[in-house]
């Protein structure tokens, strides 16, 4: 990866499939390139792949509520306001 994506902020979108896997290694490599992301998880995706393995190869925050509001944080206005990039 190049280093146009260092300190982008990337918003990542996974739901559950065979693709989901290499998902993981997606995110390990925009780390490697210094990007900042976050996950965001359907409910069958985090059955597949527990959140905390996004959120240990991403060193990230992973969202699997969209309307869980925390400390005025509202996930589904907020993380499309944050995001520069988003990958389905």
């Known amino acids: 990866m190049s280093s146009i994506l260092k300190n982008r902020k990337i918003l990542i979108c996974v739901s559950s499939g ?3 896997y290499k998902t993981v290694g997606l995110i390990s490599s925009l780390r490697k390139s210094a990007a900042e992301i976050k996950v ?3 409910p069958n ?3 597949m792949v527990s959140e905390i393995v996004f959120s240990s190869v991403g ?3 992973v969202y699997t ?3 869980d509001i925390n400390n005025g944080w509202i996930p589904h206005t ?3 306001n944050w995001a520069e ?3 389905v």
């Open 78 to 80: 907020d993380l499309s």
């Open 40 to 42: 965001v998880l359907t």
């Open 45 to 47: 995706a985090k059955k």
């Open 85 to 87: 990039l988003l990958v």
């Open 65 to 67: 509520d969209m309307f």
């Open 59 to 61: 060193n990230c925050s």
């Open 18 to 20: 065979i693709a989901l």
